[in-house]
């Protein structure tokens, strides 16, 4: 699994984690996946970043303290882009029919 670090020792790096090294809990977003692996960020990063796609890189160079790839010579790299009116107009849609569907759930 990964998690879109928020700063301190590692940066601002996607790390990435064996099943139940690390626990996610009410304070993070699952945002997606990633080759099958679960990628969350924290309720604040969310807040500041959900405007914005993510984009995950391999890249040459040191990965993060605590994250897997950390002494293998690659890192995990977080770029992001601007999404369009469009597209955060489509992201505010299906938001709402996620909101409607849990609300259908919880009755």
């Known amino acids: ?36 692996a679960s990628f969350y960020i924290s309720t604040s990063q969310y807040a500041t970043w959900k405007h914005t796609q993510l984009i995950i890189d391999v890249i040459e160079g040191h990965g993060g303290t605590f994250s897997l790839e950390g002494s293998t010579g690659k890192a995990f790299h977080t770029r992001s882009r601007v999404f369009t009116e469009a597209e955060l107009a489509e992201l505010a849609m299906q938001d709402a029919k996620d909101t409607k569907d849990a609300r259908d759930v919880q009755n």
């Open 1 to 36: 699994m990964f998690h879109q670090s928020g700063g301190c020792c590692d940066n601002s790096a996607a790390n990435c984690y064996l099943p139940g090294e690390i626990t996610m809990g009410a304070g993070d977003v699952l945002l997606g996946e990633i080759g099958g």
